[in-house]
Nanobody
Framework: QVQLVESGGGLVQPGGSLRLSCAAS????????MRWYRQAPGKQRELVAA???????HYVDSVKGRFTISRDNPKNTVYLQMNSLKPEDTAVYYC??????????WGQGTQVTVSS
């Protein structure tokens, strides 16, 4: 049974930082691309960052230079370090792993609110 458990969200002032974590179980973590998505109120869910098994990373343009995705395979955990946060980063952030059609797994989400 695949489980993804996110943590690390919260309320932060503009310009601040947060680090999100996603602990995975039930998968061979090291072979999978891991992704972080976010969904703001009234908006579609969007891909924020991804990291492959070879640690190649991808970012949406709006977070490049501010967010860093990383992984710790022995801990089965993927991280999202978020710096220089802006109010428009406010969203629920989700961890995702896609194995194949019908095996697309999501965490429960963690709320990030950027506000003064």
């Amino acid at each position: 049974q695949v489980q993804l458990v996110e943590s690390g969200g919260g309320l932060v002032q503009p310009g601040g930082s947060l680090r999100l974590s996603c602990a995975a179980s039930g998968i061979i973590f090291s072979i999978h691309t891991m992704r972080w998505y976010r969904q703001a109120p009234g908006k579609q869910r969007e891909l924020v960052a991804a990291i492959t098994s070879a640690e190649v990373t991808h970012y949406v343009d709006s977070v490049k230079g501010r967010f860093t995705i990383s992984r710790d395979n022995p801990k089965n955990t993927v991280y999202l370090q978020m710096n220089s946060l802006k109010p428009e980063d406010t969203a629920v952030y989700y961890c995702n792993v896609f194995q194949r059609i019908g095996a697309d797994y999501w965490g429960q989400g963690t709320q990030v609110t950027v506000s003064s």
